[in-house]
């Protein structure tokens, strides 16, 4: 079996950090599509498909839309639950793809704390970014505030340790606003504009426990902005250096 298709079961939708990723993965690219000017007319390269919700929102918008996954089980997952999503879903690693296309806007969104080497892909990607073209990258951060709660109240030993659901997604590692910062630079790009994804206090059990109302929740959300070091995940905008 493909080591990445034995993943697919975080995919589909059983899990009480559904709650979690709902909120991110539907935040984020809304996000990056207020950030990018005149998307309708620009072409997109998304870094993964996952849990779907980034590439069915992103298709209804750009104008050209190519998404890379090396899991066809997941990839088949996604066909399953998005049926009428236009986007060109190729199967590759993402470490082996080439082409002499380029994209106005790259996006790898939860996908360098998957990698082996976030570098290296990082550096890859470069050439398939126009000269003036964007890339959007979103991290889970290991200072979000419910982690640090959590540490100073001697529930959590390390902010970046993983936990049993992150083996399951195949995470390899947590960032910082610090370390992704580092490897943007060392990967030959400069950080645009640097934001937070979901201002999360609590922890998953207790945010669900307040059945909060979507207008709270796109309050964390829009509060989140300002504080990546406290938010859930971490985007950021870059450019070729």
């Not at 079996?1 to 709902?22: C, G, P, T, W």
């Not at 960032?175 to 934001?195: A, F, L, P, Q, R």
Request: aromatic share 10%; hydrophobic share 35%.
């Amino acid at each position: 079996m493909n080591k990445l298709d034995s993943h697919v079961e975080a995919y589909q939708r059983n899990s009480i950090y559904d709650f979690d990723n709902e909120i991110l993965l539907n935040w984020y690219p809304e996000r990056i599509i207020k950030l990018t000017d005149d998307p309708g007319n620009k072409s997109l390269l998304e870094l993964g498909v996952g849990h779907g919700f980034s590439t069915n929102v992103f298709s209804s918008t750009f104008n050209r839309h190519l998404v890379l996954d090396g899991s066809k089980e997941i990839i088949d997952n996604f066909n399953s639950n998005f049926p009428d999503c236009k986007a060109e879903i190729i199967e590759t690693y993402f470490e082996t793809f080439e082409s002499d296309e380029k994209f106005d806007v790259i996006v790898l969104g939860f996908i360098l704390e998957h990698v082996d080497d976030p570098c290296e892909i990082l550096s890859k990607y470069r050439n398939f970014l126009t000269p003036n073209g964007k890339m959007y990258l979103a991290v889970p951060n290991a200072e979000v505030l419910n982690r640090r709660l959590g540490h100073l109240a001697g529930l959590l030993d390390d902010l970046e340790t993983l936990s049993s659901h992150d083996d399951l997604l195949g995470h390899q590692r947590y960032y910082t606003v610090k370390t992704i910062c580092d490897d943007i630079e060392k990967s030959g790009y400069k950080t645009e504009k640097i934001e937070g994804i979901y201002l999360k206090p609590l922890t998953t059990r207790q945010m669900t426990s307040l059945n909060l109302g979507k207008d709270i929740i796109d309050a964390l959300c829009e509060v989140g902005i300002d504080y990546p070091e406290l938010s859930c995940g971490i985007l950021t905008e870059v450019t070729i250096s």
